[in-house]
DNA sequence: AAATTACAAAATTTCAAAATTATAGCTAAA
DNA sequence: TTTAGCTATAATTTTGAAATTTTGTAATTT
């Protein structure tokens, strides 16, 4: 793997893991000691994330994590609607009992997890796990929808989307709302309701609109 | 505007308008000398297109114009349906006289260079003017629908969907369908009939799926 | 006190050379 | 004839310095 994907994959990590925070200006020059190598090669990664939304370019003035903007949430939550619910939709029509199988288990991990979020409290060493397990589940839904294309699209607004709640993931107010939800989207998958699917996925979405 | 910003525009120009064929191995070191630039920057505008898909990068190996793929294509096709109608509804629900107006003009200029491309077949020196009255009808049809990041994706989408297409846009065998569709498309849109927007739209697009 | 100017420091952009890797062609051995 | 090894060439990747622009601060002017 060379230099630029190695830092282009840690940056574009930490873009939405609260590594850096809303506004900040990211300095190819700064950045360039930690990652050990030229700030040419940080620049280019950079460029990479600001095509993906996820960092923002001005010329002459550098890159910059984007603030938080809840017109930018209302949109981003729009959108992924619209994404994952056709692209559950096209699982069920196409999916088999191994989807079927693969979602329960992604549910099965990502609902673990958040009933010991919610029972414990330990946030801290668990976010990473939540982060991957939420991530996992709703990738898993629309896995297999056909299209590479839809489930790339939807990647990109979900790391976008991720983004803009990067602070907020980190009071897990959201969990007991989030356990029930998720397992009424898996229901509703399996049962092969279309339309129920779609109805869970915007209940689950619908405070961000 | 700095080169880099230059030469990203000019290649993604080029890669949706048949500026370069279908596999081609694209050469920073090779353009360069075009552009009148260090291959360094080339490289960097290289890395924008790939993350949008105008180009697909492979470490070691460089970049390279995506092949025609028909499952490309279909994937392509249903996504910017689907795109286009969430952004062609929401337009129908909260655009205005104004929008209407744009669209009407839009439709204007794009059925006029259609008719004439259909009656002369004189093709060269119109397919630029196509390219951007095509592009604008589309764009102007979902520009009311009140998010800046649907409009973004569907541009994505679009420029993708250009460059599957950007040999056969040349041969000009679609006019006469287009002529009749575009129309469609207006009318449902003018009369305000979602569902018959949307089937529109799907109907325009639905030989490439 | 507010606005403007000048200058130094910091940051950004670009460059072309060095380092590294892939590719193509040739030769020898099996 | 095929395969493996070697070498030269071409291309890719990375580097850090030079060129350019922005930012911040102090001094001056209004």
Known sequence: MSYETNVFEN???RMITNGFEHGQKIRAEHLRKEFGCSASTVREALFRLSTLGLVQFQEQRGFRVPQKSRNTLHELSHLRILLESEGAIQSIRQG?????????????????????????????????LWFAAERQFHETLISSCGSDLLIGTHRQIYDRFRQQLMVEDRTFNFVSDNIE????????????????????????????L
Chains 1, 2 share one sequence.
């Open 181 to 208: 939800h998720h397992q009424q989207i898996l229901d509703a998958a399996m049962s092969g309701d279309e339309a129920l699917t779609q109805m869970k996925i915007h209940n689950h979405l619908a405070r961000h």
């Open 96 to 128: 088999r009992v191994e989807w079927e199988a693969r979602l329960n288990a992604a549910h099965h991990q990502l609902s673990h997890i958040e009933k010991r979020l919610n029972e414990t409290q330990i946030s801290e060493p668990f976010i990473d």
């Open 11 to 13: 940056l574009h990590h």
